[in-house]
Nanobody
Framework: QVQLVESGGESVQAGGSLRLVCTAS????????MKWFRQVPGKEREGVAS???????KYAFFVRGRFTIARDNAENTLSLQMNSLTPEDTAMYYCAADRPGRCTSVYDASSILGWGQGTQVTVSS
């Protein structure tokens, strides 16, 4: 059973930085496509970033070079370094494990194997 636990979300001022971490278990982490999504109440969940088994990364258009996704296969962890945060980045952030080879689209959630419970990021102006 896939288990994903996120941490690192908190309230920050605009322009600040946060690092989210997701700890994974119950899957072959080294092979998985790992993704970050976010959701604001009343809106669809949207893809933020993805990283495949080889370390290739993709980002949503709104990231604009501010975020960096990374993985540590030795520790089974996924991270998202977020810089230059704006109030528009306020959302619940979710870690997700996708099937190997499903990293072609950051936005595709149709084959997600498991979701974390989410960590709240709040950015104030």
């Amino acid at each position: 059973q896939v288990q994903l636990v996120e941490s690192g979300g908190e309230s920050v001022q605009a322009g600040g930085s946060l690092r989210l971490v997701c700890t994974a278990s119950g899957l072959s982490f080294n092979d998985a496509c790992m993704k970050w999504f976010r959701q604001v109440p009343g809106k669809e969940r949207e893809g933020v970033a993805s990283i495949d088994a080889y370390g290739n990364t993709k980002y949503a258009f709104f990231v604009r070079g501010r975020f960096t996704i990374a993985r540590d296969n030795a520790e089974n962890t996924l991270s998202l370094q977020m810089n230059s945060l704006t109030p528009e980045d306020t959302a619940m952030y979710y870690c997700a494990a996708d099937r190997p080879g499903r990293c072609t689209s950051v936005y595709d959630a149709s084959s997600i194997l498991g979701w974390g419970q989410g960590t709240q990021v709040t950015v104030s102006s």
